[in-house]
């Protein structure tokens, strides 16, 4: 059987990278903003769709595959991380996205974040925050603001949030940085640099859950935004300003907040594979002489 | 008081009549409101318990372990991909012994996902330990859930309460709501979960167990789970006598003079019977059991009902790949351990939500009378060419 497969005419404008297929996201959603943002990056990168895997777990924002050409994946619920890897893995030559919510990634997906992260395979990861569960329809999320009041804290959270920034330069990552939904050209900048960037890249987007968290999110957080790459004297590969981003308060940093070229997964594995090779691997009949009396 | 409340509802009332005290669960449609009742309650305090927003159903099932451990009363929720995860922890959970009580919102498992009703989530999990009831109403589902604690504290097995995803779940009826005095008397007491956690008399559970003793604690909880048909029979006619509703293991309608007789569990059940009054109606000798408690599996029952029966047809809501139906299997085992036996029909319908209705059952019965020579093992009803 001939399994080749006809390479597609490679699209020529970012609404070509879209498959046509009409989103059922609630209007006015921030995920709305993050697919035209990854339909401009696809375009910018010359994207070839035969060889672009998207892969999601479950969420609203885990439907993002659908609407984009390439290869997608829908997986199950937080488990995205790991089923990227061993695609990547096996096939280095795709370029390998995934994507999720912060439910997805941050409750039920959190064991394989920080292991993601230092295991620094060359995946770029988008997590698309609105602060709650938007799918099931407004449950608490591991990332909703401490007080919040959704379906399961009627009378407000009194969990204290996780920090995805944090957490991820903790745990070893080494491309970590922040965007918003509500601004396309610096997603599709940002997007560009984590793919571009040899490693994990993780890339938290903040992006409103219109319906169940609120309109007023956009404004919200519009008014906090400041750009990084505007800051006098910060340094992204200065790990202690990069904790300074994540522990900040009452403003929203955005942009490439820490980066780091430490060596990529593959790059360790040849690195060993030649090490053995400089020593000798001796050869089985060698080896059983040895012990032989 | 009567009220007209869903299937989800009628989980979520039970649970705080029950006095539960601590629930912990993760959001997965179409179980997710009746976490979000209980949180509610919890909040309120019209509930005293602790509600945990756990991080996946894995992490829910951990944690009422933890509670369970010390003597407290447990509940957590969940359907399919959710029950899936579970499904170490489940195992666990009935070897350590413990009365936790789950109610499983049946749904279909992916892959390709889908978020509407079959059974293939619990019945998957048959071998787990756990006893299993399965309900047809809302009422059934709320005296079910306030059965289930009785059984389970007396066994010190965990107890799972099967309700159709959306069918069952997001369906009002007007329900029966106990008062709080007779749950009561009926749940009085409280577990005492065999290998409680106590600080005068410290000891380590569930630790590595050699081959040497192994065996004997497997022998004791399949001893346990096997007479928990006799304490289920017994709660439930303690449970007749105080509310009035009586609920066998195995329901039997019109199977006395049966010729044949289809087997049906969860609301599918409304229909088929809905089938053998029209057919009685006609003359037409057909019957209906439905399977309400499926573990343990009541083998003696299923043999008497079928018995007398010249066939069974089985109508599945799931699948085991490269086997026949569940369902089937059990029966079949059940049936032919006396010698002879009806000849059991097995029939896959339903599968991912799609409807079950009465014409499916009247083709299945068609088949079985009339064209049984050309049935295979497994027989699909509404497949589309
Ligand atoms: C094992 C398992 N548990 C629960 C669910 C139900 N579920 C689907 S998506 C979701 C959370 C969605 O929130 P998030 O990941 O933040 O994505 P959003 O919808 O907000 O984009 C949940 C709990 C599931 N599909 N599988
Ligand atoms: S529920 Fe929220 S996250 Fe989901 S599509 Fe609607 S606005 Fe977006």
Redesign the pocket.
């Known amino acids: 059987m001939d399994t080749t497969v006809q390479a597609a005419p490679k699209p020529s404008t970012p609404s070509e990278y879209k498959s046509g297929l009409k989103p059922v996201w609630c209007p006015g959603c921030g ?1 709305f903003g993050v697919l035209n943002a990854l339909s401009q990056v696809y375009h910018r990168l010359e994207f070839d769709p035969m060889n672009t895997m998207l892969f999601s ?7 993002i595959p659908g609407y984009l050409k390439g290869y997608g994946f829908n997986g ?3 488990r995205v991380l790991p089923i990227a890897t061993g695609a990547k893995l096996a096939n280095p030559e795709l370029t390998v996205i995934a994507a ?9 997906g959190t064991g394989h974040f920080p292991h993601t992260c230092r295991r620094n395979v060359d995946i770029t990861y988008i997590v ?9 329809k407004g ?1 608490l ?1 591991p ?1 909703s603001p401490g007080q919040m009041v959704t379906t399961t804290s009627s009378y407000g959270s009194i969990e204290n949030p996780i920090n995805p920034i944090g957490l991820a330069i903790g745990c070893g990552a080494s491309f970590v940085a922040r965007s918003f939904a509500g601004d396309i050209k610096h997603m599709v900048d940002v997007i560009c640099q984590g793919i571009e960037h040899k490693g994990f890249s993780f890339i938290q987007i903040l ?1 409103p ?1 219109v319906t ?1 968290v609120g309109k007023d999110q956009f404004g919200i957080i519009k008014n906090q935004v400041r750009y990084l790459n505007e800051v006098e004297g910060y340094d992204p590969t200065d790990r202690s300003h990069a904790f300074q981003v994540a522990d900040e308060t009452g403003q929203i940093s955005l942009g490439v907040i820490f980066q780091h070229p430490f060596p990529e997964y593959r790059h360790g594995t040849e690195i060993v594979r030649q090490r053995l090779i400089k020593r000798g691997v001796p050869e089985m009949k060698d080896l059983i002489a040895k012990f032989r009396p | 008081m009567r009220a007209l409340i869903t299937g989800n509802e009628a989980v979520s009332t039970a649970v705080r009549l029950a006095r539960v005290e601590l629930i912990a669960a ?4 179409p179980q ?1 409101s009746i976490s979000e009742k209980l949180s509610q309650y919890c909040s309120e305090g019209t509930l005293d318990a602790d509600f945990v927003k756990v991080e ?2 894995h992490s829910a099932m951990a944690t009422v372990i933890g509670a369970a451990s010390t003597g407290v009363r447990t509940f957590t929720a ?5 029950l ?2 579970m499904h170490e922890l489940l195992h666990w959970s009935s070897g350590a012994r413990l009365p936790i009580v789950m109610a499983n919102v049946n749904r279909a498992l992916g892959a390709p ?1 889908n978020i509407w009703g079959d059974q293939s989530d619990s019945l998957a999990q048959r071998d787990t330990g756990w006893l299993q009831f399965y309900c047809e109403s809302c009422q059934e589902v709320l005296d079910t859930t306030l059965m289930a604690f009785a059984v389970a504290e007396r066994v010190n097995t965990p107890v799972m309460v099967m309700l159709d995803g959306f069918i069952l779940s997001h369906t009002a009826e007007p329900v029966q709501i106990p008062e709080p005095d007779a749950v009561d008397s009926l749940l009085g007491g409280g577990p005492s979960p065999p290998a409680l956690v106590d600080p005068e008399n410290p000891r380590t559970l569930h630790a590595v167990t050699s081959p040497d003793h192994f065996m004997e604690f497997k022998h004791h909880q399949f001893q346990a789970a096997a007479g928990a048909e006799k304490v289920s029979v017994e709660v439930a006619e303690e449970f007749g006598k105080i509310f009035g509703r009586n609920y066998p293991g195995t329901e039997e309608f019109m199977c006395g003079d049966a010729e044949t007789i289809l087997v049906a569990s969860g609301t599918a059940a409304g229909t088929v019977r809905h089938v053998v009054r029209k057919y009685r109606e006609q003359g037409k000798k057909v019957g209906m059991m439905r399977v309400r408690m499926f573990r343990p599996y009541p083998f003696d029952e299923v043999r008497r009902i079928v018995s007398g029966a010249k066939r069974v047809a089985v109508l599945e809501r799931a699948i085991s790949p490269g086997s026949e139906g569940t369902m089937a299997q059990e029966l079949r085992s059940a049936a032919y351990s006396a010698g002879g036996g009806p000849q059991v029909y097995d029939f896959v319908a339903g599968l991912g939500g799609r409807d079950i209705v009465p014409e499916d059952i009247e083709r299945m019965l068609e088949l079985v009378e009339n064209g049984a020579d050309k049935l295979q093992r497994v027989n699909w009803l509404g497949l589309k060419e």
């Open positions: 995920d777990g479950i969420g609203c924002s885990s439907r199950v619920h937080g999720g919510g912060d439910g997805d990634g941050f409750s039920i698309m925050d609105n602060n709650i569960y938007g799918l099931t449950q999320s990332t992006s859950c169940f | 993760y959001p997965i449609t997710t996946s159903e969940t359907s399919s991909q959710g899936a995860l996902w």
